[in-house]
C-alpha cells in the first residue's frame, strides 16, 4: 500500500516565526489533506489539496502530485498553532486514507 | 447531520467484555472509515466502507473486532473480549464516494475514548 512520510516529526518555534512542513507519499493520490489535532484530540480538516495550491489566512499548502510530495506553510506562527499535523493520502485505485506519522509542533510565546 | 457523530464519546470497560462504538457519517456521504490512535501515536487504519461493503477491511488487527454498516448509514464497531492493548480513540470518518467529481475530502468525528480496566 500506499506509503506516506513527514517531516520533521518534531518542530520547536518561538512565536512570530515561520516553518515548512513536508510531506512525501510513495504513489499517485486522488486525495491529500492536511489536518491538524488540537490538544482535545479532534481532527481539524486544513486543506484538501490533490495537487497545486491553496491558501488560507496564515496557512497555505502546495501538492505536486508528479513528484510526489506536499508542503504546509505556516507563517507568523502562534501559540494556538501547535499540536500535531498530520498528512493523510489515498491511491488513485485504492480504498483508504492513509496517515503519516504527523509533526509535532510547539510554539512558545 | 451536521458533522459526524459518535457515540459513546468515552467508555470504560472490564477486561474480557464486548463494546460496541457508534459512527453516524455526515447525511449524503457513502464513504466511512475507522481508525485507532493510541496515546501519542498516529492514526491506525482500521476498516472502509463503501455503502454497505466494505472492500478494505485489512487493517482490523484480529479476529475480535468486527465492523457493519447498515441503510449505507451508521456504522457499529464491535470489538469482542476486549483487552487492554485495545485502549485508544477509535475515530471515525466520512466522505463523500471514492471517485465523486465533488472530491473526497474526509471528516472525522470527536472519537471515542475507550479504557479498558
Known amino acids: 500500500g500506499i506509503q506516506v512520510e513527514q517531516s520533521p516529526p518534531d518542530l520547536i518555534l518561538q512565536e512570530g516565526a515561520n516553518s515548512t512542513l513536508r510531506c512525501n507519499f510513495s504513489d499517485s493520490v486522488n486525495n491529500l489533506q492536511w489536518f491538524h489535532q488540537n490538544p482535545w484530540g479532534q481532527l481539524i480538516n486544513l486543506f484538501y489539496i490533490p495537487s497545486g495550491t491553496k491558501q488560507n489566512g496564515r496557512l497555505s499548502a502546495t501538492t505536486v502530485a508528479t513528484e510526489r510530495y506536499s508542503l504546509l506553510y505556516i507563517s507568523s506562527s502562534q501559540t494556538t498553532d501547535s499540536g500535531v499535523y498530520f498528512c493523510a493520502a489515498r491511491v488513485r485505485a485504492g480504498t483508504a486514507l492513509i496517515f503519516g506519522k504527523g509533526t509535532t509542533l510547539s510554539v512558545s510565546s | 447531520g451536521a458533522g459526524v457523530s459518535q457515540s459513546p464519546s468515552n467508555k470504560v470497560t472490564e477486561k474480557g467484555k464486548d463494546v460496541e462504538l457508534r459512527c453516524d457519517p455526515i447525511?449524503?456521504?457513502?464513504?466511512l472509515y475507522w481508525y485507532r490512535q493510541s496515546l501519542g501515536q498516529g492514526l491506525e487504519f482500521l476498516i472502509y466502507?463503501?455503502?454497505?461493503?466494505?472492500?478494505?477491511k485489512s487493517g482490523l488487527p484480529s479476529d475480535r473486532f468486527s465492523a457493519e454498516r447498515t441503510g449505507g448509514s451508521v456504522s457499529t464497531l464491535t470489538i469482542q473480549r476486549t483487552q487492554q492493548e485495545d485502549s485508544a480513540v477509535y475515530l471515525c470518518?466520512?466522505?463523500?464516494?471514492?471517485?465523486?467529481?465533488?472530491?473526497?475530502?474526509?471528516?472525522f468525528g470527536q472519537g471515542t475514548r475507550l479504557t479498558v480496566v
Open positions: 447525511s449524503g456521504h457513502t464513504a
Open positions: 466502507f463503501q455503502g454497505n461493503s466494505a472492500p478494505d
Open positions: 470518518a466520512s466522505s463523500l464516494a471514492i471517485n465523486h467529481l465533488k472530491g473526497t475530502e474526509a471528516f
